[in-house]
């Protein structure tokens, strides 16, 4: 038997109140030409009232399977669900369709990953809420529209009577994510399933609806399965914890065993890989994460960097007072002209071999930043040079020459990626396009490339759809390496990604800097990735850039509330935590909308230490 084959594990069950669901040996099966294939392979749990159980595992482990299977949500014409699953010790898998759709919502309420496909873009979203409530017959008219507002209140929805009328596309993500509770909750459900209610949120709004679900448990005696990928956010939330891999339970306890003394090398894998602050190197430098070794089922150790930054050569990139900001028109969606501030008045410098990082929330100005010095959108002033050329000088074709020295990464590499073409082809177009040398050329240095991101050469000739996101976000890391940049901006490039898979390409970020001396623009929201792999980090609020300096000074010595209110907000994997209802902010981060005179005001900024600068702030600063 491997380090990482299944093994069996007795169900988690808790002995202290009566169980609300009770799941015996399910298993699930889709149906595939005129076999079978299971996915979910014999899976035991309990969970009570007010007990809240984690199912933890990567992309592809089962755990989303698990609760559409508990659900019936999958087509009975394709899926085969096997075993048990009670609720109050009522059999869900052997009752009618019109049976099961009176538990959905009515004694089950489901959270889903992204709010935005589960709600109706053309409904309000008090309409909706009061659908749920006139569909079970609890009240209809009037009153359901009445309870709706109180929901919506009850999940700490700033001005929740005039957010009835409102529609799903005019809310923040966490605004909606919170509608969806309040969804979830309507009819008073026994049990709340949350399938990654949190994975697409930024660090400080998903600290805001773990907070509200504890709460909201604890004062309607629900229980909750959880579902997710982050054993940091599993710390937060879960009093028991089952861990998945590849369709099995290969382990499970209570959550403070978990993290205490994990039996499995894959458990012990994700705890590992989950970044905490305070535990990056003590020389400022990028450090390696820890990952799993998968056939022999060793854990490699988070090697630091030495320094390989010349402080005193001149900058590969230098940035000043960039300003980008982008006129609305009027009509429907904009109620009235303005004009959004993107990015106003923001400087740094790069070198080579370093990484700086941008951080904040959405909406903050980050990624149009990146997008600017790539001019895939122009700004309205201020200075971009590369190894002295100002590129904002430079024509369309000189430009698209200079492209050759920065490149971009971006977040969804399968949307980066054509799927009518092969990863060789596509790997191998930059360096056609830029005339670099012939096509015999371009299919050896594919294969090099190839092998320098940990893939093999024969996988040129397959194409995106068959490849995992962390395989997909390689070959476009080999992409962006064809034209051998100097630059490249990483934009959110490992946030969709597993948190071991994240790792792993962490990591290799790190290698291929040091070995071609890259410098990196780490575009990002997670404050405890950043910490790990930056030399250099500058904080972004409202298009501005309120806090930068050395990774270890501004972590070590954060000023601006904005980057302190960041640094509360990550998840702190220790499961000790937990029973810890802490405060929530509800504040939203201010609209860069502004009207169309609106000048912004002078800044002022201090020097907190050797290049850690921090912009001062007056007593009445609020998010």
């Known amino acids: 038997m491997t380090p990482l084959d299944a093994i069996a594990v007795e169900p988690v069950v808790s002995n202290q109140r009566a169980n609300v669901l009770s799941v015996r040996d399910l298993k699930t099966a889709f149906r595939k030409g005129d076999g079978w294939i299971e996915i979910v392979k014999g899976i035991s749990f309990d969970i009570a ?30 899926s085969r669900v096997e075993g048990s699953v009670k609720l109050a010790g009522r059999e869900l898998l052997k009752l009618d369709a019109s049976d099961m759709r009176s538990v959905r919502g009515r ?47 009850r999940v700490r929805m700033p001005a ?47 600290a805001q609806i773990l907070q509200l679900i504890k709460q909201l448990q604890r004062e309607e005696g629900m229980a909750v399965l959880f579902i997710t990928h982050d054993m940091g956010v599993v710390a937060e939330i879960a009093d028991r914890t089952v861990v998945m891999l590849d369709g099995s339970a290969i382990e499970a306890d209570t959550t403070e065993a978990i993290f205490d003394r994990a039996e499995h090398a894959y458990t012990k894998a994700l705890i590992a890989a989950v970044p905490r602050l305070g535990t990056a190197g003590g020389n400022g430098q990028p450090q390696h994460f820890p990952t799993l070794d998968r056939q022999s089922g060793q854990i490699t150790s988070g090697a630091e960097r030495p320094d390989t930054v010349d402080h005193k050569a001149q900058p590969v990139l230098r940035v000043k007072n960039l300003v980008k900001r982008f006129d609305l028109r009027g009509g429907f969606f904009s109620g009235g002209k303005g004009r959004v501030h993107a990015v106003e008045n923001v400087s740094f410098e790069l070198r080579r071999g370093e990484t700086l990082s941008l951080v904040g929330e959405s909406g903050c100005g980050k990624s ?14 201020g200075e971009i040079s590369i190894d002295g050329t100002d590129i904002l000088a430079l024509d369309k074709e000189r430009m698209r020459d200079m492209r050759r020295h920065i490149q971009m990464i971006f977040q969804d590499p399968y949307a980066s990626l054509n799927p009518r073409i092969s990863v060789g082809e596509a790997i191998a177009e930059p360096y056609l396009t830029h005339k670099l040398g012939t096509r015999k050329q371009a299919r050896e240095k594919v294969v090099e490339l190839l092998g320098q991101v940990g893939l093999s050469p024969d996988m040129a000739t397959r194409y995106p ?7 997909r976000q390689r070959i476009c890391i080999a992409r962006a390496l064809s034209l051998e940049p100097k630059i490249i901006v990483a934009d ?47 904080v972004m609020y409202l298009g501005e850039i309120v806090e930068i300096g050395p990774v270890r000074a501004v972590f070590g010595n954060p000023q601006h509330p904005y980057t302190k209110r960041l640094m509360a907000a990550v998840p702190i994997p220790d499961p000790k935590r937990r029973l810890e209802i802490r405060p929530i902010n509800n504040d939203e981060i201010e609209s860069p909308i502004r009207r169309a005179d609106y000048r912004p005001p002078v800044r002022e900024y201090c020097t907190v230490s050797e290049g850690h600068v921090v912009q001062v702030w007056g007593d009445d600063w609020k998010i």
Do not use: W
Request: net charge negative; hydrophobic share 45%; glycine share 6%.
């Open 49 to 78: 009232a007010e007990e809240t159980l984690a199912v933890v595992g990567e992309s592809g482990s089962g755990k989303s399977v698990t609760a559409l299977s508990i659900m019936r949500l999958l087509d009975p014409e394709a």
């Open 107 to 153: 004694q089950i309420g489901m959270i889903f990953q992204e709010a935005m496909t589960s709600l109706n873009p053309l409904q309000t979203i008090g309409s909706q809420i009061a659908e749920v409530l006139t569909i079970h017959g609890l009240m209809s008219g009037a009153d359901a529209l009445k309870e709706a507002e109180r929901l919506l209140d």
């Open 160 to 206: 929740a009577r005039s957010r009835l009328k409102d529609y799903p596309h005019s809310l923040s993500g966490g605004m909606r994510q919170r509608v969806m509770i309040a969804l979830a909750l309507a009819c008073k459900p026994q049990l709340l399933i949350a399938d990654e209610p949190t994975t697409a949120l930024d660090v400080t709004i998903q």
């Open 368 to 381: 149009t930043t990146g997008r600017t010095l790539m001019r895939l959108v122009e700004p309205q002033s």
């Open 465 to 471: 759809q068959y490849f995992s996101g962390g395989q």
């Open 492 to 538: 959110e490039s490992v946030s969709a990604l597993d948190v071991s898979i994240k790792a792993q390409v962490v990591n290799l970020m790190l290698d291929l800097q040091e070995k071609f001396g890259l410098a990196y623009l780490f575009i990002s929201h997670d404050m405890a990735v950043v910490e790990r792999i930056s030399h250099q980090v500058a």
